[in-house]
Nanobody, 125 residues
Framework: VQLQASGGGSVQAGGSLRLACTAS????????VAWFRQASGKDREFIAA????????PYKDTVKGRFTISRDNAKNTVYLQMNSLKPEDTAAYYC???????????????????WGQGTQVTVSS
């Protein structure tokens, strides 16, 4: 599975962006897909995930109510809608996929086999 992350950009605080993670080579049906982010000088952290059957969608506490993860199986794409963006959301955002991810491991980077390149999100105050 090859993953392509897109949709990043520069916005002012309070603005919105929608990131897309598009897969090629294989359908994302049956795959858990997650978004992680890494700010400059910091560790990569979990943001949101959608489980293999889409029933479980955990979020990092600080993005709950602002970010929404969704999938479009017809387009083989998973989206991350980001609203009410804050300067602290500035980071490179990465998507990841895996077909062996169990619900309790959705937030764990080690659970995912496939990673896309990062897409930069910059939020100015």
């Amino acid at each position: 599975v090859q993953l392509q992350a897109s949709g990043g950009g520069s916005v002012q605080a309070g603005g919105s962006l929608r990131l897309a993670c598009t897969a090629s080579g294989r359908t994302l049906r049956g795959y858990a897909v997650a978004w992680f982010r890494q700010a400059s000088g910091k560790d990569r952290e979990f943001i949101a995930a959608t489980g293999r059957n889409g029933a479980s969608t955990p979020y990092k506490d600080t993005v709950k109510g602002r970010f929404t993860i969704s999938r479009d199986n017809a387009k083989n794409t998973v989206y991350l809608q980001m609203n009410s963006l804050k300067p602290e959301d500035t980071a490179a955002y990465y998507c990841a996929a895996g077909n062996r991810v169990i619900t309790s491991s959705l937030a764990s980077m080690a659970a995912y086999d496939y990673w896309g390149q990062g897409t930069q999100v910059t939020v100015s105050s």
